[in-house]
Nanobody, 118 residues
């Protein structure tokens, strides 16, 4: 069992930055591939970024709409996965969810609101 708790959301002006963090409790954090997803009002949940399970090399993947602006990283010592978001746009406004996957195991956090507005 893994519990995920997101933090770091808030209100930011266009062009600003935010850093989201997801703290994972439970065992075997390094076995899980981690990801960030988001869901805007009236829209389906969509992938933002993923990072492979902990190891010597982590492979990352980004949605085209955030590539070059967002950076996903994981800290195995702290059992956290982070999402650095720069050059934020109003269309980035959404609830952001942390996800952990390992085989059939699939866990979600409760989400954190990010609002980009002037």
């Amino acid at each position: 069992q893994v519990q995920l708790v997101e933090s770091g959301g808030g209100l930011v002006q266009p062009g600003g930055s935010l850093r989201l963090s997801c703290a994972a409790s439970g065992s075997s954090f390094n076995l899980y591939a981690m990801g960030w997803y988001r869901q805007a009002p009236g829209k389906q949940r969509e992938l933002v970024a993923t990072i492979t399970s902990g190891g010597r090399t982590n492979y990352v993947n980004y949605a085209g709409s955030v590539r070059g602006r967002f950076t996903i990283s994981r800290d195995s010592a702290k059992n956290t996965v982070n999402l650095q978001m720069n050059s934020l746009k109003p269309e980035d406004t959404a609830v952001y969810y942390c996800n952990a996957v390992a085989g059939r195991l699939d866990y979600w956090g409760q989400g954190t609101q990010v609002t980009v507005s002037s």
